[in-house]
């Protein structure tokens, strides 16, 4: 009885059979890696643009109805915008954190003409704030997000600018005061952070 060789994978093919495997598995990682990254850079871009816009549509309609127009104050390092009864208190790039657990207060005064800055920084928890401050007030920043530009300033009788700019990943953001700038720099990916910023014309629709 004669018997017939089996055929078989040699030492050889099944080394180069592994290598090819292993590099798809290495190029799929890569691009699930770069996948990540890029969902990451949108969803923290998406946000940032929502806040950012939610601020602008805001203050925008403070400007257009209200009975007085914008005053700016600060105190101990916090900035206030009061445009009628609504006043926002913030501080410019500060990340909203452990440290800073209010870095963009927006609440309502009870005397619409006289605007009352406070310092943000004096209360960890608002609630135990004096009477000036609003406890029915809500902060408009999500965690790691800081304002880093929040300005009005009057073209003519009627016609104010707004600009508004909001960064989101802490310590990774970097501004330039001197320029005016904001960028994101960071070892781990600029996916990790994000920069919105807007400008916009408002016409009042009640006029002093």
């Given at each position: 009885m004669t018997r017939q060789k089996q055929a078989g994978f040699t030492i050889v093919e099944?080394?180069?059979?592994?290598t090819i495997l292993s590099v798809i598995l290495l190029l799929s990682t890569l691009t699930l890696s770069q996948l990540?990254?890029?969902?990451?850079?949108?969803?923290?871009?998406?946000?940032t643009q929502n806040i950012a816009r939610n601020l602008m549509t805001s203050i925008s309609s403070d400007i257009q109805v209200g009975s007085n127009m914008p005053q700016h104050?600060?105190?101990?390092?916090?900035?206030t915008v009061c445009m009628g009864a609504t006043r926002y208190t913030f501080l410019?790039?500060?990340?909203?954190?452990?440290?800073?657990?209010?870095?963009?207060?927006?609440?309502?005064?009870?005397?619409?003409d006289?605007?009352?800055?406070?310092?943000?920084?004096?209360?960890a928890?608002?609630?135990?704030?004096?009477?000036?401050?609003?406890?029915?007030?809500?902060?408009?920043?999500?965690?790691?997000?800081?304002?880093?530009?929040?300005?009005?300033?009057?073209?003519?009788?009627?016609?104010?600018?707004?600009?508004?700019?909001?960064?989101?990943?802490g310590d990774l953001?970097?501004?330039n005061k001197i320029a005016d700038t904001t960028n994101c720099q960071s070892v781990k990916?600029?996916?990790?952070?994000?920069?919105?910023?807007?400008?916009?014309?408002?016409?009042?629709?009640?006029?002093?």
């Open positions: 099944l080394m180069i059979a592994l990540g990254k890029l969902f990451s850079k949108g969803v923290n871009q998406a946000n104050k600060s105190v101990s390092g916090s900035e410019r790039a500060q990340p909203l954190d452990a440290t800073h657990p209010h870095v963009l207060w927006r609440d309502s005064m009870k005397t619409a006289v605007c009352t800055p406070f310092d943000l920084t004096a209360y928890d608002l609630n135990t704030a004096p009477d000036a401050v609003d406890k029915s007030g809500v902060e408009l920043l999500g965690n790691n997000m800081e304002v880093t530009d929040l300005d009005t300033g009057k073209l003519d009788d009627r016609t104010w600018f707004v600009t508004v700019t909001i960064a989101y990943g953001v970097v501004y990916g600029n996916q990790f952070c994000a920069v919105a910023s807007l400008k916009k014309t408002v016409t009042r629709r009640l006029a002093n």
